[in-house]
């Protein structure tokens, strides 16, 4: 069991990967850790992945109310509150706009999941259809499609991506094949039938 300047650490690492693989430019994307039933570590809004310092992380509690730190959490909290509060096993959620996987989103089309693998991890990787950044609409739909449990992300129509893992390394791991297999499916379909 990490201890907390553990948790924070591998957040701030986690944020850093995300950003060095692209999965996250500029100051989009959030992160958030489930620490107790209601105490969350969150990233705060309008600072880049690589950029975030441990002490900037703040504790919040499920509604979104800093407990501790400066700055204002995640609009899209509202949406991680929702999935926490939908499967007991989730222990982090990690969102981004990568490149691949966003292409999808913005044409409002399901990523195939074409390798053994993927299907594997992955098994169902619903589309949310488009709604307002941080709104309870869109925090009812991803609460519905993650009460599932072989739903470990979901396409965000028009936005990105969110997944949802037991801990961070976990949820990071799944958005991480999420575009990967965006980016073999759109490479494939490039290629001739064989």
């Known amino acids: 069991m990490l201890s907390y300047a553990d948790k924070r650490t591998e957040f701030i690492n986690t944020c850093q990967r995300a950003f060095l693989l692209g999965m996250q430019l500029s100051t989009g994307g959030n992160v958030s850790i489930k620490l107790e039933d209601n105490v969350f570590l969150v990233k705060p809004s309008g600072i880049s992945l690589f950029d ?12 979104g109310r ?24 989730i222990g ?6 990568p490149a691949y996987a966003t292409a ?19 098994k169902s990787l619903p ?9 309870s609409q869109l925090a009812g739909l991803l609460k519905e499609m993650f009460a599932a449990p072989e739903v470990h992300g979901a396409v965000m129509s028009e936005h990105g991506i969110i997944a949802a893992g037991k801990d961070l390394k976990d949820a990071q791991n799944m958005a991480e094949l999420i575009e990967e297999s965006a980016r073999i499916a759109l490479l494939s379909s490039l290629l001739p039938s064989g």
């Open 66 to 89: 800093v407990m501790s730190g400066h700055g204002n959490p995640t609009k899209e909290f509202t949406s991680h509150a929702a999935i926490y509060g939908a499967r007991a096993d």
């Open 127 to 135: 589309l949310a259809p488009a709604g307002p950044e941080g709104g």
């Open 92 to 97: 982090a959620i990690v969102h981004y706009h």
């Open 104 to 122: 999808f989103a913005v044409r409002n089309l399901t990523i195939p999941l074409l390798t053994v693998h993927a299907r594997r991890i992955l």
């Open 52 to 63: 975030l310092d441990a002490r900037q992380l703040l504790l919040t509690d499920k509604t």
